[in-house]
């Protein structure tokens, strides 16, 4: 089943790396692609690449953008994002669905629902997916292949909405499409990705460190890959999330400590005992 | 130039996954390779793949082995691996040379050149290659290509087995052949290896966060690919390195207890300083 027919009109809101990579996937399966971004040149790169039909960088050519759209994709700051929907809902199409990329959802997620217009829809998605250069001109639709898909939806959602947002995941190509309540997706999130992504940055900020670089192996690469950050964006997404990102952090925090004395004591058994639960429960990531 | 004449012995003792690399390498480039281990499987295992010419897993087959070769690759357990050389050396033929893979240097290299016999060399040596499962069936050629390879020298050391050292480390295919001192190299083995299985390790142990598999992206598993660990060498490792890899778990958790007050006090400044640095630091570590 197609996720929408072809040829209707998906409006981009936010040509960066992600709102990028789904306009390139979305012209690539045939609908006609549009976009607003603050920025001209994301909006006339993306022209001259053909990844977009049309785009606007400017609040008087944008109107009729947002008019046509049957479907709006939001790849929006968070921060930014509920006032955008407030401010331009009025020129919204009727029954025109609303889905978005964002990394947290239960802050943004209820507040869109609550001042959103009854005869559109926003159903929230999070594609885990992603790559440590941001803009358009790192945008790619290859991302998204295998990638994990959540829809999140709250009870203001319908089941067709519901359907509607696994059918573009599947679209673009995702692996596995599945379900959280905003809660839950926020509270996985801490734990998957922010906190993650701290570590990484305080491995690297720990100390001056890039002179090891001739001689790091695989797993340091692996392990600070993502200390390439967009510091604005993650800012904002853990100030957004920041009681269950704190809440992961002193789990790690105590479970690290915990290993560190058993290393002073000498504890060879305690060490290995983590270290076989640590191989086992890793071993469960590598199944699909 | 070439490593050593072709046709020349080299013993590996202990064949599991990196002695079984250094075996098959070895025999692809033309030298013939025999080896030692304890477990008859693996001997046999690498008789059948034709990786070794001639194998023992008994003392009493193991004499002749020792006596014909020109070269020695010690891939042993550290803890095990002086005892070994001081029981075996008065077979060492005159002019042999040694070399190993050992994780860690302090504790073994100067002892081992204490106690052996002054008309052989040992010279050390770390691969930084490795995979996450042990054992000569998983043992593969490719894991040295690009690999960092670090000779270890003391001042006991020659310049000609300094030269040779670093030579089998090209013949392997690796990419970038340094020398540090034992104390250097146990350093920064603690930073870039040892913490950060012990980061990998707790990520996995810090709560029962197997049923999130579904939801995870690349970040998480990049991050604890490593948590797959050999929980016997791992824990031995540590302990022989155990003054270094605390110091630099005390930074670590420094840095991140640092992290988490910033988050929790609303002090994004002071979070993207950290993402700015992080990402300057990681950028360096692309470059080559």
Chains 1, 2 share one sequence.
Not at 36 to 57: N, Q, V
Not at 142 to 154: C, H, K, L, Q, S
Request: contains cysteine; glycine residues 10%; proline residues 2%.
């Amino acid at each position: 089943m197609e996720w929408m027919e072809k040829g209707q009109t998906v409006l981009i809101v936010g040509l960066g790396l992600m709102g990028g990579s789904y306009a390139r996937a979305l012209t690539g399966l045939g609908y006609r692609v549009t976009a607003i971004d603050r920025d001209p040149e994301a909006i006339a790169y993306a022209l001259a690449e053909g990844i977009i039909r049309d785009g606007s960088a400017s609040e008087e050519t944008e109107e009729q953008l947002v008019r046509e759209a049957d479907a709006l994709v939001f790849a929006l700051y968070p921060g930014i994002f509920p006032e955008w929907v407030e401010k331009h809902q009025h020129l919204f199409k009727a029954g025109a669905k609303m889905t978005d990329v964002t990394g947290v959802k239960s802050c943004v997620v209820y507040r869109i629902q609550e001042l959103l217009r009854p005869d559109v829809e926003f159903i929230a998605a999070h594609p885990m997916a992603g790559r440590e250069r941001s803009g358009v001109e790192n945008s790619d639709a290859g991302i998204f292949r295998d990638a994990n898909y959540i829809v999140v939806p709250t009870e203001k959602n319908t089941a067709g909405g519901i359907q509607w947002c696994g059918g573009l995941g599947k679209a673009l190509g995702c692996g596995r499409i599945t379900v959280l309540s905003p809660e839950e997706h926020d509270d996985m999130i801490a734990f998957v990705s922010q906190l993650t992504h701290c570590i990484a940055v305080s491995l690297m900020t720990c100390s001056d460190n890039t002179h090891l670089a001739e001689y790091t192996g695989d797993s340091f690469r692996d392990l600070t890959r993502i200390a390439r950050i967009n510091d604005r964006m993650w800012s904002e997404l853990f100030l957004l999330n920041r009681e269950a990102l704190l809440k992961q952090m002193d789990i790690f925090l105590e479970e690290l400590k915990g290993f560190r004395e058993m290393l002073a004591a000498g504890d060879t058994e305690g060490m290995r005992e983590k270290m076989r639960l640590s191989t086992e429960r890793r071993a469960m990531f590598d199944k699909r």
